[in-house]
């Protein structure tokens, strides 16, 4: 099954999970906001539209893992104890998303199970109780139990996705470490205050502004940390983005005994193409052969470009056979590219060298091999794959045990 039929049956689960659940919430909980509809749902939207164009898409990842954290998770959470759950839908649906065509619908079907979810806990437990200006250990509880169950239901609905379309274990996951979960809970916990006080009196929301401002200021901050660790040119990782993600990669494999590979491809001809159809027509090309290998690659692997025509990728939890699996699917994808110039199409190619990661290797010594594999290809004739030494064996043993 390829990787868009299984992104096309988890929309469809996700679809029926939401529907299901929406009617179930909506069956259950009964309806007793303090504050009208007509006033909450218009200021919800229109604050977390502003909210999230105050950041740009880039957004913040999670352990630089590429897992886009919303600038707007606690409009959802507010959302789910002040508004009906017939309204829920409505500010899943109507809220911008930072992702484009099918993975915008799973990011919305994403935040109606989870305001869904945090809503059916947060008005059963409090039931028929009458929410006073006084706020009582029952309701305060019940908040904290509210924010526990989104910020898990959350969780693990990110995970589960990546994993049925990327075939990832989904406790491999950087979303449960600590770090990821307390800034999940944080951000919620922003909120909880506002609807806190939306329940006491109105007016003390004017007090939630600041730390909202302080929030959006705080992720202004890290996208600026995180164009710092991108390629200007391709929006790969440059060199150092590639350094922290190599570190951090290596440390859990190192911790789970997981395989991880590597590989290091080259854009061939690069200098070529640059005196025939000039310098645009190559930033063009590398930017072509860079969005390629992004389309062909999960969302957990580290692609970089770390030269003029020179690009590594980072295989987590992928061994030899994989690995080598994957480059040769970004051979192809990439063979298949056509440019169109003035003097007519453009086709590229690249040479790749796999190796996968030895025990206790280092990070430099992995990417000699798999340079040397590289250059390998390079010799042979360009546009092909050529693994490293020791990853030679280790494919032929696979080969045979297979066999």
Same mark, same amino acid.
């Given at each position: 099954?390829?990787?868009?039929?299984?992104?096309?049956?988890?929309? $469809?689960?996700?679809?029926? !999970?939401?529907?299901?659940?929406?009617? #179930?919430?909506? %069956?259950? *909980?009964?309806?007793? =906001? +303090?504050?009208?509809?007509?006033?909450?749902?218009?200021?919800?939207?229109?604050?977390?539209?502003?909210?999230?164009?105050?950041?740009?898409?880039?957004?913040?990842?999670?352990?630089?893992?590429?897992?886009?954290?919303?600038?707007?998770?606690?409009?959802?959470? $507010?959302?789910?104890?002040? !508004?009906?759950?017939?309204?829920?839908? #409505?500010?899943? %649906?109507? *809220?911008?998303?930072? =992702? +484009?065509?099918?993975?915008?619908?799973?990011?919305?079907?994403?935040?109606?199970?989870?305001?869904?979810?945090?809503?059916?806990?947060?008005?059963?437990?409090?039931?028929?109780?009458?929410?006073?200006?006084?706020?009582?250990?029952?309701?305060?509880?019940?908040?904290?139990?509210?924010?526990?169950?989104?910020?898990?239901?959350?969780?693990?609905?990110?995970?589960?996705?990546?994993?049925?379309?990327?075939?990832?274990?989904?406790?491999?996951?950087?979303?449960?470490?600590?770090?990821?979960?307390?800034?999940?809970?944080?951000?919620?916990?922003?909120?909880?205050?506002?609807?806190?006080?939306?329940?006491?009196?109105?007016?003390?929301?004017?007090?939630?502004?600041?730390?909202?401002?302080?929030?959006?200021?705080?992720?202004?901050?890290?996208?600026?940390?995180?164009?710092?660790?991108?390629?200007?040119?391709?929006?790969?990782?440059?060199?150092?983005?590639?350094?922290?993600?190599?570190?951090?990669?290596?440390?859990?494999?190192?911790?789970?005994?997981?395989?991880?590979?590597?590989?290091?491809?080259?854009?061939?001809?690069?200098?070529?193409?640059?005196?025939?159809?000039?310098?645009?027509?190559?930033?063009?090309?590398?930017?072509?052969?860079?969005?390629?290998?992004?389309?062909?690659?999960?969302?957990?692997?580290?692609?970089?470009?770390?030269?003029?025509?020179?690009?590594?990728?980072?295989?987590?939890?992928?061994?030899?056979?994989?690995?080598?699996?994957?480059?040769?699917?970004?051979?192809?994808?990439?063979?298949?590219?056509?440019?169109?110039?003035?003097?007519?199409?453009?086709?590229?190619?690249?040479?790749?060298?796999?190796?996968?990661?030895?025990?206790?290797?280092?990070?430099?010594?992995?990417?000699?091999?798999?340079?040397?594999?590289?250059?390998?290809?390079?010799?042979?004739?360009?546009?092909?794959?050529?693994?490293?030494?020791?990853?030679?064996?280790?494919?032929?043993?696979?080969?045979?045990?297979?066999?």
């Amino acid at each position: 099954m390829s990787r868009y039929q299984r992104l096309l049956r988890t929309i $469809a689960g996700l679809l029926f !999970l939401s529907i299901g659940l929406t009617l #179930i919430t909506n %069956l259950l *909980i009964i309806d007793q =906001r +303090a504050l009208p509809l007509s006033i909450t749902l218009p200021a919800i939207i229109a604050g977390a539209t502003l909210s999230g164009r105050r950041t740009s898409s880039l957004g913040v990842t999670r352990s630089e893992r590429q897992i886009l954290l919303s600038p707007v998770g606690h409009f959802f959470f $507010a959302a789910s104890i002040l !508004l009906p759950p017939f309204a829920l839908p #409505i500010v899943a %649906l109507v *809220i911008p998303t930072e =992702r +484009a065509s099918l993975a915008s619908l799973l990011i919305r079907f994403q935040r109606l199970l989870t305001m869904n979810s945090s809503s059916l806990v947060f008005w059963s437990l409090i039931q028929n109780r009458p929410i006073s200006g006084d706020l009582s250990d029952y309701l305060a509880f019940t908040f904290l139990v509210a924010i526990a169950t989104h910020v898990f239901v959350d969780a693990l609905l990110v995970t589960v996705v990546m994993g049925l379309v990327s075939h990832q274990s989904i406790l491999s996951g950087s979303y449960w470490t600590r770090h990821s979960l307390l800034r999940d809970a944080a951000e919620v916990s922003i909120g909880c205050i506002g609807a806190i006080f939306a329940l006491i009196n109105p007016l003390l929301l004017l007090i939630v502004v600041a730390p909202c401002y302080l929030a959006f200021d705080h992720l202004q901050v890290n996208q600026s940390a995180l164009l710092s660790k991108r390629d200007s040119r391709t929006g790969l990782l440059n060199a150092f983005g590639l350094q922290e993600f190599v570190n951090h990669e290596f440390a859990r494999s190192q911790r789970q005994a997981t395989d991880i590979s590597l590989v290091v491809l080259d854009l061939d001809f690069l200098r070529e193409v640059n005196n025939k159809y000039g310098h645009q027509i190559g930033d063009l090309a590398i930017h072509s052969v860079a969005q390629q290998i992004s389309s062909l690659t999960r969302l957990i692997d580290g692609t970089a470009r770390i030269g003029g025509e020179e690009f590594v990728v980072v295989l987590p939890n992928t061994g030899i056979d994989s690995a080598t699996a994957v480059t040769e699917r970004i051979r192809l994808g990439i063979e298949a590219l056509r440019l169109p110039t003035n003097q007519g199409d453009l086709c590229l190619t690249v040479s790749a060298g796999v190796a996968a990661r030895l025990p206790n290797e280092s990070y430099s010594d992995l990417f000699d091999r798999a340079d040397a594999a590289l250059y390998i290809s390079k010799r042979l004739g360009r546009n092909r794959v050529s693994l490293a030494e020791e990853s030679v064996k280790t494919f032929q043993a696979n080969q045979i045990n297979t066999n």
